[in-house]
């Protein structure tokens, strides 16, 4: 992925994010974005009645901000305009806004901090545990998407297409990668954190170019449990990895296997992933 491409895909996910942040909150300013170059570049703006806030870079241990990014824990103030606690660089677009509390959560990928979203109340208001938890799920999906598609542009990266077609391994690196995804969205509770995994899902299980062959019934159905367990299969996971992976009791990893199989009409977990792969179930 391009640079720009890469940068306009940052912008639209911290744009979700911090919609969602604005929606699952009390508070009536949001506001985030992701670090480079050593700063926090805020790219996405809600429910602001000013724009003082436009365009505002935060570098590392300055503001409040920059406090959470380098100590990747959340920071909060409940007076903005008095706190010893935090440098005031950027009082200007703080209180230019009339923000009296303030709320940032680091956005981690892997343990690293990559961007930081921010709450704010005109108001002093306290923050307890149930004004942070829907912040502190947002932040999370937010470095869960980062992650699984940090990880999808380094597998494909490490093994280009030669010319005219894909490479044995290029294609064995999208199905460990799609394996890995399925995991992953199979831990995701929120509904629509899931249905843009499985959008990525998707893209990624066309880079392969295998169409459905008119050898098999592509009217076959397979429930996402069965998917999300061949998938693991065909990339060499034994059952007891398979449910480590997708959080399931190894029993019922067998039952779901014994149940695609049967839809596949397979007789053994090779077969089934053969015949779903030409079904285009599976990249």
């Known amino acids: 992925m ?4 890469a940068l ?18 009390h508070f009536p300013v949001a506001f985030g974005g992701l670090e480079h170059d050593g700063a926090v570049h805020v790219t996405t703006i809600v429910g602001a009645r000013t724009r003082s806030i436009d365009g505002l870079v935060v570098h590392a241990t300055r503001g409040l901000g920059g406090r959470a990014l380098v100590e990747r824990r959340p920071r909060m103030t409940l007076d903005y305009r008095t706190s010893r606690t935090i440098t005031h660089d950027y009082d200007r677009a703080i209180l230019g806004e009339g923000i009296a509390t303030l709320f940032a959560v680091p956005v981690l990928v892997s343990g690293a901090a990559r961007g930081v979203l921010y709450c704010g109340s005109w108001a002093q208001a306290p923050v307890g545990e149930v004004e942070a938890r829907p912040a502190f799920d947002v932040a999370g999906e937010l470095g869960t998407e980062l992650r699984v598609r940090a990880e999808v542009e380094r597998r494909l990266a490490r093994s280009p297409a030669p010319e005219g077609g894909m490479s044995a391994g290029a294609r064995e690196e999208i199905r460990e990668s799609y394996a890995q995804l399925r995991g992953i969205a199979a831990t995701v509770g929120d509904d629509d954190l899931r249905r843009r995994l499985e959008d990525i899902e998707g893209r990624l299980a066309a880079l392969t170019g295998d169409a459905p062959t008119g050898s098999v019934d592509t009217d076959i159905h397979l429930s996402r449990r069965e998917i999300d367990v061949l998938a693991c299969a065909a990339v060499g996971s034994t059952n007891g990895e398979i449910a480590a992976s997708l959080g399931l009791r190894e029993t019922t990893v067998k039952s779901y ?3 695609a199989m049967s839809k596949l009409d397979a007789s053994t977990r090779h077969a089934a992933v053969t015949r779903a792969r030409r079904a285009g179930l599976l990249p």
């Open 2 to 5: 391009s640079a720009p491409s």
């Open 257 to 259: 296997l014994a149940s």
């Open 8 to 25: 306009r895909d940052d912008a639209t996910l911290v744009s979700h994010a911090v919609s969602e942040l604005a929606r699952r909150t």
